[in-house]
């Protein structure tokens, strides 16, 4: 065990560096200016019934029957981490929900880290919150969850907005041998590093801090409230991901961010998810992976103008309360569906 342990703590150290750069991307080869936040709403933790607790942000929207919008955070991150400098201006038009997914800041702990339990926890957080059916919106990481959410739970997602994300993401040759690699090295102590996650988790303040007065200094602390530990596991499971077979069946208005400078997931891979969803339309973010964050001033608009695209083509529930059909946008015949939108 103590041979694996020290083999586990070389991959956590490999996968750490490889959350940097999925969660953050924080080596830049310049220094970019991070976000004004003006203001963070405050969250509150919440008991999912069978499943364990999590950190939730539930901001109501300008009215009552505005359309809601679910935010799934990046690998690495947190909701606040991913989100904070967007949520002001979705907030303006949609009531807006986000919160720590498993193994992540204060999300759930469990045995092991699947896309398919993050799924499950979404619609779990819907049924708390009294939600009928969202948009859901997922950023990298957050791609597959909302991928899988509509799959799972087709019923419940009236639109998707996929953000810098991919159908798969082993698809060089280096991936295909990283990844089992790393699954094969983690799997045997995948209860040490549960206990190391549950070690720091347990030891944070039981809600964030919501000055962000500094942002760089704030930020790191967000950063730091999900343990390295969590990594491997988690990049072990984006390994396994592969949507490929079922994507094209999405029936959902959906739009996909694309950033086009990405180094982390690249533009192709984001270029090729749009083409297999029938009608999806593409927006592009002139940035690279992490430009949510360290490119604000230049990602929110474009993100902005991909929700509104998918709100606008949602179709009211007819008798089979199912939102299934498309208003406004039609692919052309012959075409993959997606219309590319340039910026």
Request: hydrophobic residues 45%.
């Amino acid at each position: 065990m103590t041979e694996q342990i020290r083999a586990a703590g070389r991959a956590v150290g490999g996968a750490s560096v490889t959350a940097l750069t999925w969660g953050m991307g924080v080596v830049a080869r310049r220094l970019v200016p991070l976000p004004r936040i003006e203001v963070v709403p405050e969250g509150r933790i919440l008991d999912l019934p069978d499943r364990g607790r999590t950190f939730v942000v539930d901001v109501p929207g300008p009215s009552p029957d505005a359309p809601t919008i679910v935010l799934l955070h990046a690998l690495g991150c947190t909701a606040y981490l991913s989100w904070a400098a967007t949520l002001g201006e979705l907030a303006q038009h949609y009531r807006v929900v986000t919160f720590d997914q498993r193994w992540h800041g204060r999300g759930i702990r469990s045995p092991r880290f699947t896309f398919v339990d993050c799924a499950d926890d979404v619609v779990a957080m819907l049924d708390e919150l009294g939600i009928e059916r969202a948009v859901i919106a997922g950023y990298s990481m957050g791609g597959p969850v909302a991928q899988l959410t509509w799959r799972r739970h087709p019923e419940r997602v009236t639109g998707l907005v996929l953000c810098s994300t991919a159908r798969n993401f082993r698809g060089a040759r280096r991936e295909r041998l990283f990844f089992p690699f790393l699954t094969a090295t983690m799997h045997p102590i995948s209860t040490y590093a549960l206990a190391r996650v549950e070690r720091l988790a347990e030891a944070l303040p039981e809600l964030p801090d919501v000055n962000t007065a500094d942002p760089l200094s704030w930020g790191k602390v967000e950063f730091r409230s999900t343990s390295a530990w969590s990594f491997p596991e988690i990049v072990g499971e984006l390994g396994r991901f592969n949507s490929a077979a079922w994507i094209g069946e999405v029936d959902v208005p959906t739009s996909v961010v694309v950033t086009a400078k990405d180094h982390t997931i690249p533009e192709r891979r984001q270029r090729r998810l749009a083409a297999e969803i029938p009608g999806a339309e593409v927006f592009t973010a002139p940035g690279g992976h992490a430009s949510l964050f360290m490119d604000a001033g230049r990602w929110i608009p474009v993100f902005l103008e991909a929700v509104e695209s998918v709100t606008g083509r949602i179709e009211p529930a007819g008798a089979s309360g199912h939102f299934s059909k498309f208003v406004g946008v039609m692919p052309l015949a012959g075409s993959s569906g997606a219309r590319r939108v340039g910026r």
